[in-house]
């Protein structure tokens, strides 16, 4: 079973309960790295927990909400070897994962339509990498982490 690590700033808190409340319908733990109010925060700050659960091993996936799910995933895709997929519809988070193996799904607390979510999320959790031709791509990715620039 996947587990996930959840977080959000001011603007994504609210879609965030949200998403806790649909992953315990589908039985899915979850560990929530903050924001704990709809006080302004920082949203940098909580990429960044939820990118290193990720990376310690406390979950397989992540799942990052801000207003527009831009600055989350820009956040995010600073730490190396996260791959954070900004997403605003199944089909995106769908290929987020297949494609990218993406491993953290990025929201908008703003402009994530409420009848999607379920959709995207399931999307997210559920689909695999296909791997093949999108391997060579992604090792391209992993050496520009490590590029002295």
């Known amino acids: 079973m996947v587990r996930v690590v959840i977080g959000s700033d001011h603007a994504g808190f609210r879609l965030k309960d949200t998403i806790k409340a649909l992953l315990d319908t589908m039985g899915i733990p979850w560990e929530d790295v903050g ?3 709809a006080a302004s925060v920082d949203y940098p700050d909580f990429a960044e927990a ?3 659960a990720v990376l310690d091993g406390r979950a397989d996936r992540g799942i990052l909400v801000c207003g527009t ?3 989350m995933s820009i956040a995010a895709n ?3 070897g996260i791959r954070a997929a900004l997403a605003w519809n199944e089909a995106t988070a769908r290929l987020g994962r297949a494609h990218n193996d993406a ?3 990025a ?3 703003r402009t994530t339509a409420p009848a999607e979510v379920e959709r995207v999320l399931r999307a997210f959790l559920f689909t695999g990498y296909e791997g093949g ?3 060579a791509r992604l090792a391209k990715v992993a050496h520009l982490e490590r590029k002295d620039t």
Do not use: Q, V
Request: proline content about 5%.
């Open 69 to 71: 799910g831009i600055g």
């Open 78 to 80: 600073k730490i190396p």
């Open 50 to 52: 939820a990118a290193r």
């Open 133 to 135: 031709r999108h391997d």
């Open 107 to 109: 929201l908008g607390g």
């Open 103 to 105: 491993n953290i799904l």
């Open 35 to 37: 924001t704990a109010t």
